[in-house]
């Protein structure tokens, strides 16, 4: 069964630093999101993204915040100045073409901030 | 406003004992319910949702809208069952749909 990958499982970097997380959505999957899961907290929304652009994005979402789609197949959240409280567990989900399509989810990526 | 509450934050049974782990929702139209499981060190990964009305590792759920419930139920929990549980609202945006997710439920089986 096809799976949603995510990479690397763990980033650990230093305040102020850029950190790239990086997702291959299903490949036949048309909506793309991620998620923010911080520790001991619920899962949160971050942004969504269709047909190559942004599609919804809570207010975690920020300047400091970008994603991107750089080659038809990996889904990239780009953190530009990381801060001690980003720190999470990052999952990103894709979902096929119709609306009540469940979200299929990557194992996620733990960022830590030092 | 959207919002899905999950009021336990752990729930302990023995196996073989009924499990109940309960989700209110608040929303203003038609809700679209999924209840998500993650198993220790696993992804999140979907249970059921409530248009299929289906019953998935012994689990069920009814939607009651009377009551703005999803309450996930079980009748004979097993140890296996262990894991966190994650009630979550489908909500429609402008061109896109988002998930609105409860806090998570975790819940052990015991011996």
């Known amino acids: 069964e096809p799976e949603v990958t995510q990479t690397p499982s763990h980033q650990v970097t230093q305040m102020g630093q850029e950190v790239i997380l990086r997702c291959v959505p299903i490949?036949?999957?048309?909506?793309f999101y991620w998620y923010r899961q911080i520790l001991g907290q619920k899962v949160e929304f971050l942004v969504s993204?269709?047909?190559?652009?942004?599609?919804?994005k809570s207010e975690i979402f920020d300047d400091q915040f970008s994603v991107e789609r750089p080659d038809g197949s990996n889904f990239t959240l780009k953190i530009r100045s990381t801060k001690l409280e980003d720190s999470a567990m990052y999952f990103c989900?894709?979902?096929?073409?119709?609306?009540?399509?469940?979200?299929?989810f990557g194992d996620g990526t733990r960022l830590s901030i030092l | 406003a959207q919002r899905v509450t999950q009021p336990e934050k752990l729930l302990s049974v023995f196996k073989g004992a009924p499990v109940e782990l309960k989700c209110n929702y608040s929303y203003s139209g038609s809700p679209e319910l999924f209840w998500y499981v993650q198993y220790s060190r696993q992804r999140l990964q979907l249970l059921l949702r409530h248009i299929s009305r289906e019953s998935i590792k012994g689990f069920t759920a009814d939607l009651n809208k009377g009551e703005t419930s999803f309450h996930l139920k079980k009748p004979f929990a097993q140890e296996e069952d262990s894991a966190m549980y994650y009630c979550?609202?489908?909500?429609?945006?402008?061109?896109?749909?988002?998930?609105?997710w409860g806090a998570g439920t975790k819940l052990i089986i015991k011996p």
């Open positions: 993204f269709y047909n190559n652009e942004i599609s919804e």
């Open positions: 989900a894709s979902r096929a073409g119709q609306y009540n399509q469940p979200q299929h």
């Open positions: 490949s036949n999957h048309l909506y």
């Open positions: 979550a609202l489908l909500v429609p945006m402008d061109s896109n749909y988002q998930l609105i």
